[in-house]
């Protein structure tokens, strides 16, 4: 049985899922499998940062698996499961808000990402927006209201680092370069949600090879107060954003138990 390099995955694995959820952290991942069916959940792969469970929804296998940090890994990740099968990826991740209305333990739902994280230059030029599918999208917003967690949809800004390219100065050398100085308050004053680093990245190679794709994050930090990521509220945050994602897979998988693009582009 031949596997594929990074994720140690083969099709047969996959038990002919086509849908997956990415976590960033491998640590989330049993957590999220768990939270689709508790009972009928396992790890079928584990290699370097890509940690991979499969779970199911009543008849339908599920994919869950981490991509680390950062577009470069995430790519990679996509990359793979494309090629073993999945034609939709929501990325169930962590953030920092931009708003003042947004608090800690909120979710926000991207709709299209700001691309500032590098790695998505490789499937499409800058000019080539980074959005959500629209059947995605909704389905997460529709899931947010059924779970009763308060959300926000919009822009987010999807930075190829966590200290500079989010302009942060809790760092070693206090120093931002000239070309970041000032980007936050200017993304704020944009109406940008909120900062992460891997819807970019997913949203425009998705759409590029003929993918769906979607985003939900939990808000860790109110970046308009403080740089300090609020550790009293990290188990809120991802615990509404992965209530968000798994409701919007039922619906998914209802409405949509397969990809209409079955092949790239």
């Not at 996959?14 to 976590?23: S, T, V």
């Not at 508790?38 to 929804?57: D, K, P, Q």
């Not at 409405?255 to 582009?265: A, I, L, Q, V």
Request: aromatic share 6%.
């Amino acid at each position: 049985m031949s596997l594929i390099y990074h994720l140690k995955l083969s099709k047969k694995s996959l038990k002919g899922a086509r849908i997956a959820l990415l976590p960033g952290d491998p640590g989330r991942v049993p957590v999220i499998a768990s939270a689709v069916n508790n009972e009928e959940a396992s790890e079928i792969a584990c290699n370097r940062e890509f940690r991979t469970w499969l779970s199911m929804m009543d008849i339908h296998p599920v994919i869950i698996t981490s991509t680390g940090i950062g577009g470069p890994s995430a790519a990679i990740a996509v990359e793979e499961l494309a090629q073993l099968g999945i034609r939709t990826f929501i990325r169930v991740g962590t953030t920092g808000a931009l708003q003042l209305n947004i608090r800690a333990g909120d979710v926000v739902i991207t709709t299209a990402s700001v691309r500032i994280d590098g790695t998505s230059e490789h499937y499409a030029p800058l000019e080539y927006p980074a959005v959500a599918d629209y059947g995605v999208l909704n389905a997460l917003v529709e899931a947010a209201k059924t779970v009763n967690v308060r959300c926000h949809v919009g822009v987010t800004a999807s930075s190829a680092t966590f200290y500079p390219g989010q302009e942060r100065i809790d760092t070693f050398s206090r120093y931002v370069i000239r070309d970041l100085a000032g980007s936050k308050k200017e993304w704020e004053e944009l109406g940008v949600l909120n900062y992460e680093m891997e819807s970019a990245t997913l949203l425009t190679m998705c759409n590029a090879m003929g993918l769906r794709a979607g985003c939900v994050t939990g808000v860790i930090s109110e970046r308009t107060q403080k740089e300090k990521i609020i550790l009293s509220k990290i188990r809120a945050a991802e615990g509404n954003a992965i209530a968000v994602a798994v409701t919007a897979l039922r619906r998914l998988l209802t409405d949509y138990p397969s990809s209409p693009s079955t092949t790239p582009r």
